[in-house]
T-cell receptor, first 116, second 110 residues
Framework: SAVISQKPSRDICQRGTSLTIQCQVD?????MFWYRQQPGQSLTLIATANQGSEATYESGFVIDKFPISRPNLTFSTLTVSNMSPEDSSIYLCSAYPPRNSYNEQFFGPGTRLTVL | DAKTTQPPSMDCAEGRAANLPCNHSTISGNEYVYWYRQIHSQGPQYIIH???NNETNEMASLIITEDRKSSTLILPHATLRDTAVYYCIVRARAGNMLTFGGGTRLMVKP
């Protein structure tokens, strides 16, 4: 199994500010994923973050709004920039531990963001 | 990846089997069926996956129809802690990102 932790667990932010969410995995992983879960909704993939290359963003998500860093094989950050109330969501990071044949994707506990 | 259809909600009595259906009529031959669940305020958790044979592990059983167009996740003895949203996901290749649909909100009642 893998343990994925996120910081902060929750935050309340003002409109127009930015928040950086950290994701730490307890083992080295090739790919990390960032998801958004809006209130009462399912998960939507924001981007895939590979170490040593730029993140790949899904349709509807852009780097200027959600810049991602991936400095090493165990860590990634997602920044939510110039926030508005519509950005209020749970943000989750995810990864595949390399030793489980890439079938079981593990998720962090999520960061609950409220934008006022 | 093929689209899946699940009922939005189901109830189950505690101690009884919970049978959660999933329709994936456009599934192709190389696509697997995965099940995850999300307990309130937690990240999703892997349950089980299969290609065409029925699968069982310590958490659940997965029954896939012979034509692979639908499947059923079975929790043999549901407990209150199994109350969660259950997601059925079809994916072609292990290691690809997961695409989540609406899921089924299972409520286990005493």
């Amino acid at each position: 199994s893998a343990v994925i932790s996120q910081k902060p667990s929750r935050d309340i932010c003002q409109r127009g500010t930015s928040l950086t969410i950290q994701c730490q995995v307890d083992s080295q992983v090739t790919m990390m994923f960032w998801y958004r879960q809006q209130p009462g909704q399912s998960l939507t993939l924001i981007a895939t973050a590979n170490q040593g290359s730029e993140a790949t963003y899904e349709s509807g998500f852009v780097i200027d709004k959600f810049p991602i860093s991936r400095p090493n094989l165990t860590f990634s950050t997602l920044t939510v920039s110039n926030m508005s109330p519509e950005d209020s969501s749970i943000y989750l990071c995810s990864a595949y531990p390399p030793r489980n044949s890439y079938n079981e994707q593990f998720f962090g506990p999520g960061t609950r963001l409220t934008v006022l | 990846d093929a689209k899946t259809t699940q009922p939005p909600s189901m109830d189950c009595a505690e101690g009884r089997a919970a049978n959660l259906p999933c329709n994936h009529s456009t599934i192709s031959g190389n696509e697997y069926v995965y099940w995850y669940r999300q307990i309130h305020s937690q990240g999703p958790q892997y349950i089980i996956h299969g290609l065409k044979n029925n699968e069982t592990n310590e958490m659940a059983s997965l029954i896939i129809t012979e034509d692979r167009k639908s499947s059923t996740l079975i929790l043999p003895h549901a407990t209150l802690r199994d109350t969660a949203v259950y997601y059925c996901i079809v994916r072609a290749r292990a290691g690809n990102m997961l695409t989540f649909g609406g899921g089924t909100r299972l409520m286990v009642k005493p």
